[in-house]
């Protein structure tokens, strides 16, 4: 059975349980699961947390999802977009566990982190070259935009990989599960968030070139790589977070 939503379903035990062992869940918590589908790590959730909070889209997945359920009194299912929930509308801090639909992965991401006051940690199921992405430290061919921007707000973490022969039906793809510490404020103080992301942007759109060819657009890029000590024969994967907030601090004296 596959989901219109794009859903595989996983059921393996063992990896449900150690997704939710790598999760740092308590009989203290409240956890919210995005996508539930048949209610497999629902209920393994169920007997881990005080209170498990599942969001479900699919409405015809939602009636019987409240029947396989219905022997925990601490599962609230929900019908809803995860992309327009008021995440804020939870009462206290919770934490999210859930095997999200690969196509919604990223823009799903970044909605829970505008609520990341809230959010105590994240542990998520995604296609695993995503997960690269997005835990690739500075130097490494994955790195890019991606995981600048995730980085910045979260401490992630590829936990373990999930071949694709453990959902049904089998996605094209193998998975991964990261494990995301929130930072309730962002890591890096950066003046001007707009123009930083403008300079990442712009140089991860010609990674092949070197970071003073791909920033050309910018005036003053060549003093501001001298003044940042920099070398402009890097190519844009070279370069830190804090390589990049440096530079965008000093390009922005000349824009």
Do not use: W
Not at 137 to 155: C, D, F, R, W
Not at 235 to 253: N, Q, V
Request: net charge positive; aromatic share 10%.
């Amino acid at each position: 059975m596959k989901r219109p939503f794009g859903q595989h379903f996983l059921f393996d035990p063992n990896i449900l349980k150690k997704i939710i062992k790598c999760g740092g869940v308590t009989r203290e918590d409240t956890v919210v699961e995005i996508g539930p589908g048949l209610g497999t790590l629902t209920k393994f959730l169920a007997l881990s947390a005080k209170k498990v909070i599942a969001i479900e889209i699919d409405k015809r997945l939602v009636e019987k999802l409240r029947e396989i359920v219905s022997m925990h009194d601490n599962i609230e299912i929900i019908q809803a977009d995860a992309m327009k929930f008021p995440f804020d509308s939870i009462e206290g801090k919770f934490r999210v566990v859930a095997n999200i639909p690969y196509y919604i992965t990223t823009p799903l991401l970044f909605r829970l982190l505008e609520f990341r006051e809230k959010i105590q940690s994240m542990t998520l199921l995604m296609q695993k070259e995503v997960a690269k992405r997005i835990t690739a430290p500075h130097g490494s061919k994955e790195y890019g935009v991606l995981s600048i921007s995730v980085q910045m707000q979260t401490k992630p973490e590829l936990i373990f990989p999930v071949s694709r022969k453990a959902f049904l039906p089998p996605p094209d793809v193998d998975s991964a599960v990261v494990h995301f510490e929130v930072c309730p404020s962002l890591s890096f103080k950066v003046a001007n968030y707009a123009f930083f992301f403008r300079v990442v942007r712009t140089a991860f759109s010609q990674k092949r070139k070197t970071i003073a060819n791909s920033l050309k657009i910018f005036k003053g890029v060549k003093d501001a790589l001298a003044e940042t000590g920099i070398d402009p024969g890097l190519r844009p994967e070279k370069l830190s977070i804090s390589d990049y907030i440096r530079l965008a601090e000093a390009l922005s004296r000349y824009a």
